[in-house]
């Protein structure tokens, strides 16, 4: 049990960490080279997810020494990295780029603090999902918001908590699309209408 706990704390860090550096890195990417890189880094996964889910040998391998950062439902389908790359696509597209980089935000911080704190103390259910990893969803993203704010100076704090409303929302309802894809494009969304509202 405490090895599994620790493989999920593994795989919840490098969700964290690895959206995080993407959002870093295209802070400092002038448009359109955040969306290009975006997009190179999207056709890599998808290229890379093709050839291991046609091509039994390239999965084990690829199982071998990635497995530990998989959900076990990834190992036969496409992993949540291909999905995120497409909503951070779809975001960089359709909004301002501060809306964009904030939405990967929400998830990449939101998401890994509700999976913990829902597997670890969730008591009220919705589904597979609990109240108590909604509010730390919410609570991760507010902070990160805050502490991060230079990335995102024109947004307000009103802005700020619709986003990271609108990904918990979205991480806790049992969507059949993957939510890697859907928080970013729906906080974005939700980001952007309020932002024309109170302008």
């Given at each position: ?85 497409l ?14 980089l904030?939405s ?16 670890n ?19 991760a ?15 307000s ?43």
């Amino acid at each position: 049990m405490q090895s599994m706990a620790r493989i999920s704390g593994l795989r919840q860090f490098y969700h964290s960490l690895s959206g995080l550096a993407l959002v870093f890195i295209i802070s400092f990417l002038d448009n359109p080279a955040d969306v290009y890189l975006t997009l190179i880094l999207l056709f890599s996964a998808i290229i890379i997810e093709t050839a291991r889910l046609y091509l039994p040998e390239i999965n084990r391998m690829f199982i071998h020494y990635f497995g530990i950062l998989m959900r076990n439902e990834e190992r036969h389908n496409p992993t949540g990295t291909l999905y995120y790359l497409l909503g951070a696509l779809v975001a960089l597209l359709l909004f301002p780029k501060e809306i964009a980089l904030f939405s990967m935000t929400v998830l990449a911080v939101g998401d890994p603090a509700a999976y913990i704190i829902g597997s670890n103390f969730g008591k009220l259910r919705i589904g597979k999902k609990s109240i108590e990893g909604s509010l730390a969803f919410l609570t991760a993203s507010v902070i990160a918001g805050f502490l991060l704010s230079s990335l995102w100076d024109d947004l307000s704090v009103i802005v700020i908590v619709t986003g990271a409303v609108t990904g918990a929302v979205v991480e806790l309802i049992p969507l059949k699309i993957n939510d890697n894809l859907t928080i970013p494009v729906t906080a974005s969304a939700a980001m952007h209408f309020t932002l024309l509202y109170i302008n």
